[in-house]
């Protein structure tokens, strides 16, 4: 697919500075070549516009000035990019229809528009939107619902019950509603907690390969509108995430968590069960969140790394803190004490 600049700005806004350049393709700006298109959203990365093989540029207004280069100027050229990006090279769909290995349930609703690949299950009373794609090997629980254009990829499992909206995708290996971890003691024996809630997933949220969603005890557990879910991500029963909230990688939330809307969460963050997060926080990675947050801010809670017997020394003086504050208020009113004396 080949697009001139003057139609990209037809399409998603912007300035056209310099000759109208036709492009088939993106590229990092160190790796591009001719006819490809590339961006900097970071003036640090200025330097790397003299020596770019691309035949376009996505720019800020700040940034236009240091190339000769036929540019688009934009606020967001990052997002512009994006978009781009998305235009040029567009999702493989599977053919509509239903195909021949699939199981079939009882009573289900299936839009004719839907593309359901082999080997596929579905239980009883399903629905299934226009356009949803189902790749090979998922498997649908009975009563789950799914929204308009949403994909499934391959091996994707939805647990019964479970609500997902429109234009959502779950990446391979996803499980949606499984069996929250509830328990309760009588007597030191384990009496498994029946999980009777749902998955309840609002429109346009990406859920990443292997990430797991559990359903709630009692309540739903609930997904937000526009929620970005990475790979390895583990939500725990009943917990709600705020609509446009982005999680990294193998970060662990627990049960009944609340995180609150537009959050940043870092890789491997933990989050402890029954808190909840404010509107617009940002978690540092492999951050240990152990008590509520009400207000908007950045958090961090993880040791800076150092060589390992530089983190050993660290480590024992941090348990002596306690005994070496207590002795610092000693010299402290000891100190205060003799300057009242020499007055």
């Not at 056209?16 to 298109?37: E, W, Y």
């Not at 349930?105 to 004719?112: D, L, P, Q, R, S």
């Not at 596929?120 to 790749?135: A, C, K, Q």
Request: proline share 3%; hydrophobic share 40%.
């Amino acid at each position: 697919m080949s697009v001139t600049l003057k139609e990209l700005v037809d399409l998603f806004g912007g300035k056209l500075v310099g000759k109208d350049t036709t492009i088939d393709c993106v590229a990092s700006i160190a790796n591009a070549q001719v006819g490809s298109i590339s961006f900097i959203s970071d003036s640090k990365y200025r330097k790397s516009l003299a020596s770019t093989q691309a035949s376009a540029m996505i720019l800020s207004e700040d940034d236009q000035c240091h190339t000769q280069l036929p540019c688009i100027v934009t606020d967001n050229p990052y997002a512009y990019f994006a978009k781009v990006s998305s235009l040029l090279n567009p999702n493989t769909r599977i053919p509509v229809g239903v195909h021949s290995s699939v199981v079939m349930g009882e009573v289900t609703n299936i839009a004719k528009t839907c593309a359901i690949a082999p080997n596929v299950v579905i239980g009883n009373n399903v629905t299934l939107s226009d356009g949803v794609e189902v790749g090979s090997g998922c498997f649908i629980g009975d009563n789950v619902k799914i929204g308009k254009n949403t994909k499934l990829q391959p091996n994707v499992t939805i647990y019964a019950n479970c609500v997902i909206g429109a234009s959502c995708t779950i990446a391979a290996g996803a499980v949606i509603g499984a069996d929250g971890f509830g328990y309760a003691n009588q007597d030191g024996i384990w009496v498994k907690i029946p999980q009777v809630g749902r998955v309840v997933i609002a429109d346009h949220v990406d859920i990443g390969a292997n990430t797991t969603i559990d359903r709630g005890a009692l309540d739903d557990t609930i997904i937000e509108q526009g929620v970005k879910l990475d790979n390895l991500i583990q939500i725990g029963h009943n917990c709600v995430i705020g609509e446009h909230s982005v999680i990294a990688g193998c970060v662990g939330i627990a049960g009944s968590a609340k995180i609150g809307k537009r959050c940043k969460i870092g890789g491997a963050a933990m989050v402890l069960g029954h808190l909840e997060i404010a509107d617009d926080v940002t978690i540092s990675p492999g951050s240990m969140i152990t008590r509520s947050l009400q207000k908007s801010d950045t958090y961090t809670a993880l040791m800076p790394f150092q060589k390992h017997e530089d983190w050993l020394k660290t480590a024992a003086s941090l348990r002596h803190l306690t005994e070496v504050t207590e002795k610092i208020k000693v010299l402290e009113n000891t100190l205060a004490q003799l300057k009242l004396k020499n007055q």
